[in-house]
């Protein structure tokens, strides 16, 4: 079983719909979780950063962390057509421990 | 956010040469940069964690001696491809972290390597 599973899609979703995102993961010693977005040939591009398990909103982005499940989730509202990409999510462990371990990304289209 | 550069973003060359990318910290100290190899439609792979001032860590299965890491100030860190063949052609991405340990790294925009 890999560390970090996400689905990798693609999800195609009319614009103005809620998109949801997740990751499910099997290292309970991860407390760090990060949301990154990139777009095609770019670098990630941290969107969300979130410690340990609750919810963090910024703008259209929600991210939850339920750590008694090992399961991260990003919501998108009104999503956009710019807000097609790939998404990634990543986690890390616990005090001086910056390596991150990614899922493999969701790839987005937000169809207008 | 922190910003993280990252040079050159693509660069061709011929089988058998030498490639250098560069990651630069622009507005924070990095102690601990981070470099990852990702290829098409796959997540990014790390290949080595820098420290400033000391040698590379290198993940299992990447070559030291191919993949030189130079991190000589906290600013810069360095990714020499040698001797580069059509296999090494990959979007090689650096991050940084310069924040203790909360594991939040900004990531540079990547280097596209084509080796003919």
């Known amino acids: 079983q890999k560390e970090v599973e996400q689905d990798p899609g693609p999800l195609s979703v009319p614009e103005g719909a809620i998109v949801s995102l997740n990751c499910t993961y099997s290292?309970?010693?991860?407390?760090?979780f990060m949301w990154y977005r990139q777009y095609s040939r770019k670098g990630p591009e941290l969107l969300m950063y979130?410690?340990?398990?609750g919810n963090k909103e910024d703008g259209r982005f929600t991210a939850q962390v339920d750590k008694s499940s090992k399961y991260i989730s990003l919501f998108i509202r009104d999503s956009q057509p710019s807000d097609s990409a790939t998404y990634l999510c990543?986690?890390?462990?616990?005090?001086?421990?910056?390596?991150?371990?990614f899922g493999k990304g969701t790839k987005l289209s937000v169809i207008p | 956010g922190a910003v993280v550069s990252q040079h050159p973003s693509w660069v061709i060359c011929k089988s058998g040469t030498s490639v250098k990318i560069e990651c630069r910290s622009l507005?924070?100290?990095?102690?601990?940069m981070f470099w990852y190899r990702q290829f098409p439609k796959q997540s990014l792979m790390l290949m080595a964690t820098?420290?400033?001032?000391?040698?590379?860590?290198?993940e299992q299965g990447v070559e030291k001696d191919k993949f030189l890491i130079n991190h000589a100030s906290l600013t810069l860190s360095t990714l020499t491809v040698t001797s580069a063949h059509p296999e090494d052609s990959s979007f090689y991405i650096c991050?940084?972290?310069?924040?203790?340990?909360?594991?939040?790294?900004?990531f540079g925009e990547g280097s596209r390597l084509t080796v003919l």
């Open positions: 991050s940084a972290s310069g924040f203790a340990n909360t594991g939040e790294l900004f």
């Open positions: 290292n309970s010693a991860f407390q760090y």
């Open positions: 979130t410690y340990s398990s």
């Open positions: 990543a986690m890390s462990g616990g005090a001086g421990s910056y390596q991150l371990t």
């Open positions: 507005d924070f100290q990095a102690t601990t």
């Open positions: 820098s420290n400033e001032g000391s040698k590379a860590t290198y």
